[in-house]
């Protein structure tokens, strides 16, 4: 059981790095598009974002968060890790809802 336990947070250490490379060009599409249209000439740049995809970015995050709490062993070092992986993940739903609160995401049906 240890054994399949330590392959879940291996499961959700790389389902966050996937996450954040995902958040992470997202937050830089946003960026950009404040910076090119922000100012006299523009709109106040935006990006659009569908709702039905956050709503499956949010689940699929809560399930993730679920397995890495549940997976977590009692072993120092692989309790650190587990420790890690629900961090990755939380900072990247943190991150991606301050983006989606602000002024600069729109959604669409």
């Given at each position: 059981m240890d054994t399949i336990r330590k392959y879940l947070i291996c499961l959700v250490f790389a389902a966050g790095?996937?996450?954040w490379s995902i958040v992470g060009e997202r937050l830089i599409a946003v960026l950009w598009a404040w910076y090119e249209f922000s100012g006299p000439y523009g709109g106040g740049g935006h990006i659009t974002v569908g709702?039905?995809?956050q709503l499956a970015f949010y689940v699929l995050s809560a399930i993730l968060l679920a397995i890495a709490a549940w997976a977590t062993p009692q072993?120092?070092?692989?309790?650190?890790?587990?420790?890690?992986?629900?961090?990755?993940?939380?900072a990247g739903v943190a991150v991606w809802t301050a983006v989606l609160l602000s002024p600069l995401a729109k959604f669409t049906h």
């Open positions: 790095v996937l996450q709702r039905n995809a072993q120092p070092r692989w309790r650190m890790a587990g420790r890690l992986s629900m961090l990755l993940v939380g």
